[in-house]
């Protein structure tokens, strides 16, 4: 009996430190998203109902954004993806859940356009994304697999925001949308680095983010992807590339990015020697930062697809 009681006594302490050091971590992230800086919201010129909650993908180590879109009557969270040239996608997690018409089958590429697999194109009647109705989408159905180590239900980009201001605050889980433009004669210039966006004349990636920075005191053009959880440095001599096993390979740390004012270092970022060149950019593109450099950096990231600009502070 005094062994049993030994035990028993053992397996409960494990099992209420567990508890003690999951509520712990939660309450950790809850008190720093309930202290988050929020100034940017009056700074930027958003009204209270323009400002959304933001949750993270566990399938992207909880590090990429989703987001509530409802397709058809039901609420899904896809992952708010800066990369998704086709505009929204889903996989085949959900793929008996929504109501579509198949339309036919066709080869997925990767952005360097090498084979992915195969996806099936399907029209979805109807989705809502921010209170903003689109009818007859043309999309698409894919294995979760080709993706991603853990199910997700797909992604949306910055095709289904044309014309709004989008901030992204990951500290404070929160994303606003809005339809009006900045003000940016009151805009505190000591906090906010202001860019052009670059537009590429490459078909499918005339919504991605690509802006000018300094590299090697070498001006260099950075693309922006939140759907990915490595960034990556250009090296065409790399014996390595996107896609081949981030986790295994090695990475670089203090690379110096100066983006206008703004000096960042980016840590652990990953040698690819596969990027693709888009068509009518002024340098070539050097870096891919992405939701993992996001949150190192700790930066707030501002879109604007009224005046075609982007965003930075440090918060």
Partial sequence: MKIKSKTSVIVISVFLTLIVAVGGYFSY??????????????????????????????????????????????????????????????????????????????????????????????????????GDTYKNINTSISDWSMYSSQKFNGNIGLAYFKSKVITLDYEGHKIAVSSSPIDYAKLDTGKYVVLPLYKTT???????????????????????????????????ESNYSIGMGENKRPTYSNVNLKIADMDLTLNNIVEANNFRQADGLPYPTMIEMNSDQIWKCNLLVTVDLIDQKIIFRRL
């Fill in 29 to 130: 992230g809850y008190i720093q998203t309930l202290f988050a800086d929020k100034t940017w919201i009056t700074d930027l010129g958003y009204k209270e109902s323009e400002i959304h909650k933001l949750t993270f993908d566990l399938s992207s180590d909880g590090i990429c954004p989703q987001i509530p879109v409802k397709v058809g009557n039901d609420e899904y969270k896809l992952g708010f993806d800066t990369g998704c040239g086709v505009g929204i996608s889903f996989t085949d997690a959900i793929q008996d859940k929504i109501d579509y018409t198949v339309l036919n089958k066709a080869e997925a590429t990767n952005r360097d356009g090498s084979h992915r697999g195969w996806i099936t194109n399907v029209k979805v009647n109807e989705i809502n994304v921010f």
């Fill in 202 to 236: 490459t078909k499918g990636q005339e919504d991605l983010l690509f802006f000018e920075a300094e590299y090697n005191s070498e001006p260099i053009i950075v693309y922006l992807d939140t759907g990915k959880n490595h960034s990556y440095l250009y090296n065409p």
